[in-house]
């Protein structure tokens, strides 16, 4: 064996071999030569599975998805050039919205850049600050002390990402010619004398110095607000309801928070505040005397008006993650603390044989009750987007998992979805809110889900059409209901609907694809309907189907906002009255 | 009006007022609701034509095929997020291949920034080293002395653009609610005062010191190798010739260089060198006494081993755009020189009334016409990707324009394409190499080209498919030619193919697509091919067709290496005979 290819091999075989230890299972890697080295030795691994994706940009997505939906970190891997620019979108999403992914770049070695080699960038710092760690790796090379440093760069790499706040982190390896490396080598995964070095993460505990500050008395009328979470942490549920019947206070639950299905108790959980808070009058007379927050911000614009209108409260905002999680700068106190423990101590704090009387929390659920009964009209139209919403929780089977579309999907089911007892484990891309690389999130979420489905608009499913290369290469199962409004729905919303000039050409965007075509270039089965009970039919039939079904739902985006318009007018209306 | 509205319609109206007196005349827009101010006025501007894109990423492709076949810079417009994250490929495309673009992103106001805003992430320095200048525009603000800033700051951005080393620029925009300009404001393009401030652009001439670096006499062999040139110069191209002939030096001419086509003389024009070199003896054989060097490295590995192999010469590399050329590491000179300015230079340097003896050039066009003849054996094969790029000359009409896809139809020109007296524009996407963007790249090409071809492999066109949707919106001419070889037909040809446990999962990565679903999808006219009359018929018919064309050629990847193989080999004991 040459020295190169000795050096080659054992580097790049050592960071691998220690990608397994540290945890890393699967790696999505994109077609490359340059990254040959690594990407020969990642399939040699025994613990690892390699998934190949051609787009770079799909393949970051579904990596996002399968580290969303495992919370376990997922790493990357492409050649040199405009592929690494591929995975901006992704790395970037990753990063605001805290999930764990390693992406790992080849490079020409430092005499070929910036001498115009091919296919040659600068490709340090390359994701600039939406990365929490970069190393420009050196040379491979075989001694003790560089498979040391490799496999130190390695774990910590993986447990940088998974560190709080999780996110994403890039490895740059140059490598030189020639590539190919001798798998044969029986040292190419060795350790040497290195024992792999675990990384143990403290938990941030709440101080008594954190309790003082919060007075002695917690007042009768709180609000708790959980937004979306990065992951699902069946602990902190658990607590914060418990949180919430001791204190009586209501927990206005976003959709993304998967705080409204399940097994949990749910006497607490308000789940149409996006509707009532659009009356000023409620979100007056509902004024609370204190906010915890947890999690990101929620989707629900009248939540924010809510939060504004009480900026004279205290608004605690809690993060383990140590954000500054305030876009509405209503926020008196910022509290870095793992949201459970800091559950936990509140639950500690108090007297726990005083329960305490719940008028407050009763005006919360019985102004709950009768808007979902208000929301509940939309059931008697034929086929709207916010049916589809509004049922998917009598659509959809124990255990299912969905991906939820930006736009107007995510804001469908914040308003529509609301408290089951089924399991529906509900994902989105909620960092940067992006229409991209959403298919790609759902298939790779549905590598770990016993049935994934994806609710998505036209636009959206549109921009990454993609991704549905991995389902037809892999067999995955996801039942795709695509929303077919034949453009940007959301703008109809909007205040750029009253500007007839430019408003199909710039906002509306009507794009008349035939997407039957898309299915069959990927091998889906393919249903397109117009009447709800097609709809229910064919959502019963996608359960029990293998492989990729997209069930097209055609609708009008005019028609569509008119109906939001009215439903959400009959309920301000409505509380009104009642208040 | 409000003031707040007054500010952002002056404010941005005189930033694409601007753009216009600056000369942009297209800009491409994906939709977004952040970015409206801009979008609105844009297409309220009688000077600027939009063009709406709904995936960011193809629309930059597209905005850079338009910029590479115009020289002339093209804005691109996108709301804040991910969807500025997806320009990345094609600005740091445009960034190594010296494209002017301008990428104008909008984004949050300050406050909202890095709060947990939706869809807000960091854009400052979003592009990192991959833009000539990036500004972060002020909130908008109608003051005379702004609006002056504004548009300073907006014709800076593209006259930074448009000098060499020509390249994108980036402008972001924080806007705050609402969001909608009074395009009945009568100022909203109004300079006020300020007039327009051209820029005048000097030219980077040789100096006497420049001169007297080369010695006093040239010596009689000498090389002229004119790599990809960023655009095309019908000055250079023509003095270029002028100084091949007086010196009586063969011009190796990349494809690239657009020295091979058209009715320029080519007496001079070495097109086969990158066959001949694959031989050892020629190279050594032809060893020249000075290599002066033009434009980027050209595509062919034999000719940078032939650079290799004579460090011992003196090597010129002429850029006017201040770059550092030489991955070959065997430049003995560096010379910042506008290209046409050198040529005049050595023009007159010399004596005209002595024409030197052509010896050394007459060995380079025997050996260019003998390894001609042989490869047009290729001609024979029915139906290889070979013949294709060999038959192109025969088969597109005069002034066509082919961009050709990287990865193997750039090697198979750079083989196979010769010259020819029809004028034929050859485009590539050579900064980064990517397969990623092509067919945008083509599209963009489109709009001010009499007819467009693309020769691209299957890989290639999957990663672009969503760029087909601007040919059925905008109704735009385009021919493909799609090699199908289902997978990475580059890799037969390295020693990846040597290891055949991993290599058809990791390189060769069939992917299987029936490529007429996406074509009907974005409502091509389709033919599938199968031998070469069929394939031409395609082609002659594709001449006066309107629209989008697919023409699939169906190949064989290993058959192909193979074809490819034994042409080079015969090629090289040819020529190792007559030498």
């Given amino acids: ?320 993650g140590m954000g500054w999680r305030d876009p509405a700068g209503s926020a008196s106190q910022m509290i870095y603390c793992d949201e459970t423990a800091f559950c936990e101590m509140l639950l500690n704090s108090i007297d726990h044989s005083s329960m305490r009387p719940k008028h407050w929390l009763k005006r919360w659920v019985k102004m709950n009750n009768r808007v979902k009964k208000q929301l509940d009209v939309i059931s008697i139209d034929d086929l709207s987007e916010g049916k589809i919403a509004h049922q998917l929780t009598e659509l959809l089977p124990d255990q299912a998992c969905v991906m939820v579309g930006n736009s107007m999907p995510i804001r469908d089911v914040d308003t529509y979805f609301h408290r089951t007892d089924k399991s529906i484990k509900l994902l989105g891309n909620r960092g940067l809110n992006g229409i991209d690389g959403i298919v790609s999130t759902a298939l790779g979420a549905s590598l770990s889900e016993e049935h994934t489905y994806l609710l998505i608009g036209d636009l959206s499913f549109y921009h990454d059409l993609n991704g549905l290369l991995a389902a037809k290469q892999y067999g995955l199962k996801l039942t795709v209901i695509l929303i077919n409004n034949n453009g940007g729905g959301i703008f109809s919303m909007l205040p750029q609907a009253k500007h007839p000039s430019h408003f199909e050409s710039l906002f509306g965007t009507p794009i008349n694809l035939s997407f039957e075509y898309a299915t069959r270039l990927y091998g889906a089965k393919y249903e397109k309907v117009e009447t709800w009970s097609d709809f229910s039919n064919a959502m019963e039939k996608a359960k029990t189907d293998e492989g990729l079904t997209v069930i097209e739902v055609i609708t009008d985006r005019r028609k569509n906002a008119e109906i939001r318009r009215r439903v959400m007018e009959a309920v301000v209306q409505e509380i009104d009255y009642l208040e």
């Avoid at 064996?1 to 540290?22: C, N, P, W, Y």
């Avoid at 399940?262 to 149409?272: A, M, P, R, V």
């Avoid at 996006?274 to 927050?293: A, Y």
């Fill in 1 to 320: 064996m040459l020295s190169h290819q000795r050096d080659l091999t054992r580097f790049i075989g050592a960071f691998v071999d220690e990608l397994a230890k540290s945890g890393i299972r699967k790696v999505v890697v994109s077609p490359g030569s340059r990254s040959t080295p690594i990407a020969m030795l990642l399939a040699e691994h025994p613990h690892i599975k390699t998934i190949v994706h051609i787009d770079e940009r799909s393949a970051a997505f579904f990596a996002l998805g399968i580290a969303k939906s495992t919370n376990e970190p997922v790493a990357l891997l492409c050649t040199s050039g405009t592929a690494a620019a591929n995975y901006y979108p992704a790395i970037a999403e990753a990063y605001y919205y805290r999930v764990p992914l390693l992406a790992i770049t080849a490079d020409r070695p430092h005499e070929l850049r910036d001498v115009g080699a091919p296919q040659t960038m600068d490709q340090v710092d390359l994701y600039g600050k939406h990365v929490k760690w970069f190393v420009d790796m050196p040379i491979p090379e075989s001694s003790e002390k560089m498979v040391r440093y490799v496999r130190e760069v390695c774990s910590r790499a993986v447990y940088t990402a998974k560190a709080r706040p999780f996110g994403p982190v890039h490895i740059n390896f140059p490598i030189r010619e020639p590539l190919i490396p001798d798998l044969e080598d029986p040292q190419k995964f060795s350790a040497g004398s290195r024992k792999h070095v675990p990384l143990s993460i403290g938990r941030k505990m709440g101080t008594d110095e954190m309790l003082q500050s919060f007075g002695k008395d917690w007042p009768e009328k709180g609000v708790i607000v959980c937004g979306p979470m990065e992951y699902i942490d069946e602990n902190f549920q658990r607590e914060i309801i418990q949180v919430a019947k001791k204190f009586g206070y209501p927990i206005l639950a976003d959709p993304l928070s998967n705080l409204r299905s399940g097994s949990l108790e749910k006497e607490e959980i308000i789940d149409t505040y996006d509707s009532f808070f659009r009356n000023e009058n409620v979100r007056h007379g509902l004024k609370p005397e204190i906010v915890i927050r947890f999690g990101a911000m929620p989707v629900s614009k009248p939540l924010l008006f809510y939060l504004q209108d009480h900026q004279d409260v205290p608004q605690y905002v809690v993060d383990g």
